[in-house]
């Protein structure tokens, strides 16, 4: 029977194989759990933790939310009342612009990956916390956020970005918080209008559900999965279209590996039962369980990049996980 460090030792022989040169990453919010930010999906994330109750809106909104909580982020909703959307992401959105969350083990894996072999050809991150881009060494055209990014800001309406401080200054004055963290919040919301039009449809540079995702998200992928050799999938549900369509427009000969807490992805075509003892002979797709912090930490290990981790860049739930590592050695 294969054991989870026999798995992980089998993918690092692939990484640093001759027969590896691309490597493409798609990563949901599981890669930023250690950060301390939730995971919208799983139990104690937004989605689950959702009170309509406590959110501006009117009836018809409120029923929408409670039978759907990713109403919250849809167009469908804030076209007409942008208070559900910065009322949740109020603390978020402050949050971002005190630098309140740092990268994980599983981001500075991408970093690592691309300083020590230059086989990095993409991170495609479904997640708005900006993190990726904490990872310095990671060229800025390699990330690609799929689903837009929290850390600027821009009206829905006429497509004008606002300074992202001004705008934070904004929600803190205007938007009340539904979570009762910040004494100095107002008691009721009132607009955040664009400097540009004057139409209360300001957010972070998201994209909505119901909403267009970047064209650099297609530009992108056309480019990369024709020719990809290793797609890591990181910390999602692979529930969201069409990010999760990486998964089958990856080249057929391509290695699937998938790190997550739950097996997922069968709908995609993955298929974890195929014959093969590793992932480095032949075997394509490979399920390696476990959060992506410590799933990510024995690859670096695998792969002999252990001291390579700073400690000072990590969350300290990470840092722990490596001070314990280097004690283990």
């Known amino acids: 029977m294969r054991t989870l460090q026999v798995d992980i030792a089998s993918l690092a022989r692939y990484i640093l194989s001759s027969d590896c040169q691309s490597i493409a990453l798609l990563t949901g919010a599981g890669v930023s759990v250690a950060s301390g930010i939730p995971d919208f999906r799983s139990p104690g994330g937004m989605y689950d933790t959702l009170k309509p109750e406590l959110i501006t809106c009117n009836k018809y909104e409120r029923i929408l939310m409670e039978q759907d909580p990713t109403y919250v982020v849809s167009w469908d909703i804030f076209a007409t009342n942008a208070f559900p959307y910065l009322e949740v992401r109020r603390p978020f959105i402050l949050g971002t612009r005190k630098h309140q969350w740092k990268?994980?083990?599983?981001?500075?894996?991408?970093?690592?990956?691309?300083?020590?072999?230059?086989?990095l050809t993409r991170v495609y991150t479904q997640n708005i916390d900006g993190l990726d881009r904490?990872?310095?060494?990671?060229?800025?055209?390699?990330?690609?956020?799929?689903?837009?990014?929290?850390?600027?800001?821009?009206?829905?309406?006429?497509?004008?970005?606002?300074?992202?401080?001004?705008?934070?200054?904004?929600?803190?004055?205007?938007?009340?918080?539904?979570?009762?963290?910040?004494?100095q919040a107002p008691k009721a919301s009132s607009h955040?209008?664009?400097?540009?039009?004057?139409?209360?449809?300001?957010?972070?540079?998201?994209?909505?559900?119901?909403?267009?995702?970047?064209?650099?998200?297609?530009?992108?992928?056309?480019?990369?999965?024709?020719s990809v050799d290793l797609l890591i999938v990181a910390g999602t549900s692979l529930v969201v279209a069409p990010a999760n369509r990486l998964v089958y427009?990856?080249?057929?000969?391509?290695?699937?590996?998938?790190?997550?807490?739950?097996?997922?992805?069968?709908?995609?075509?993955?298929?974890?039962?195929?014959?093969?003892?590793?992932?480095?002979?032949?075997?394509?797709?490979?399920?390696?369980q476990g959060n992506c912090d410590e799933v990510f930490l024995s690859l670096i290990q695998s792969l002999g990049?252990?001291?390579?981790l700073k400690l000072d860049l990590l969350p300290e739930s990470s840092a722990k996980l490596v001070r314990e590592a280097r004690e283990n050695k």
């Open 249 to 288: 427009n990856a080249d057929e000969n391509a290695k699937r590996v998938v790190i997550n807490l739950d097996p997922v992805g069968a709908e995609l075509g993955l298929d974890y039962s195929s014959s093969g003892t590793s992932i480095d002979s032949n075997r394509r797709d490979l399920f390696l």
């Open 134 to 183: 904490q990872c310095e060494e990671i060229p800025d055209e390699k990330i690609v956020n799929v689903h837009g990014s929290i850390s600027k800001a821009s009206c829905e309406g006429c497509g004008s970005e606002m300074e992202f401080d001004a705008f934070c200054d904004e929600v803190s004055k205007n938007i009340k918080d539904i979570y009762k963290l910040d004494p």
């Open 192 to 226: 955040v209008f664009c400097p540009s039009c004057q139409k209360p449809l300001v957010k972070p540079s998201t994209v909505l559900f119901g909403r267009n995702l970047p064209e650099e998200f297609w530009t992108r992928a056309q480019e990369d999965m024709p």
């Open 103 to 119: 990268a994980t083990i599983a981001h500075r894996f991408a970093e690592l990956l691309h300083t020590k072999t230059h086989k």
């Open 305 to 308: 990049w252990l001291d390579d």
